[in-house]
């Protein structure tokens, strides 16, 4: 299923939640009628928290369905809301802290920022489960994690990206590889989506054209 929603009119959904197969951790302050929406399309259970004491849960925790990656400044009650939601979370010694904009990540592998140590990396194949490969940019930006969004079919990128960059993320995370926008016309993907293998949810400014694109590379009914 996809759906259109906003969080407090706010369309750029995706810095502000994070989503697997089986969980959607929120804001503590999520609106009832954004967290219906997310139930109703993804098929998740719903956890409220923040994440490093700020609502933008997107860009502070990198999450596929293995595991979950958090930096250390995670408050312990967060990290605990994810654990008792059954999520494997870990917690990386690490100067970067969004992690959700410096991590491109299937459920096979994952593109991760070349900023990010190695410890961070080795944390990502082992929490994650998935191989790595660190690049400088795609598209021109470093926020790797930031310029798409994937599931178990495809994933969507900014299309800044050349064809190179769509064969080397289409190799690595394993599944097809396509350029689209969200939000009428943002490249970021991942700032205005929120998929996994059932559905999607996409901000309310993201247009037809945009949502027919978005059906056909994550193969959603």
């Keep these: 299923m996809l759906l259109r929603a906003d ?9 502000l939640a994070a989503v697997n197969d089986s969980v959607a951790v929120v804001p503590s302050q999520a609106p009832e009628e954004f967290v219906s929406t997310l139930r109703e399309a993804l098929e998740v259970e719903v956890v409220r928290t923040s994440i490093c004491g700020t609502s933008l849960v997107g860009v502070f925790l990198a999450m596929n369905n293995h595991g979950a990656l958090v930096c250390s400044q995670v408050k312990e009650r967060e990290l605990r809301a994810l654990r008792e939601a059954g999520v494997e979370a870990e917690v990386v010694e690490e ?7 410096l991590i491109l990540a299937s459920d096979r592998g994952a593109v991760v920022s070349s900023e990010l140590g ?13 191989r790595v490969e660190a690049v400088t940019s795609l598209g021109g930006y470093r926020t790797v994690g930031s310029i ?7 994933v969507l990128l900014h299309p800044a990206l050349g064809e190179g960059e769509l064969r080397l993320v289409e190799r690595v995370l394993g599944v097809r590889a396509e350029v689209g926008t969200v939000n009428m016309g943002v490249g970021f993907v991942r700032t205005g989506i929120l998929v996994n293998s059932r559905g999607a ?21």
């Design 7 to 15: 969080f407090n009119s706010n369309s750029s959904i995706g810095t």
């Design 95 to 101: 100067r970067h802290n969004a992690l959700g904009n």
């Design 118 to 130: 190695e410890e961070t990396r080795e944390a990502v194949e082992r929490v994650m489960g998935c």
């Design 148 to 154: 798409g969004a994937a599931n178990a079919k495809g």
């Design 201 to 221: 949810v996409v901000g309310n400014e993201t247009t037809g054209v945009e949502m027919m694109r978005i059906q056909d590379v994550f193969e959603l009914q």
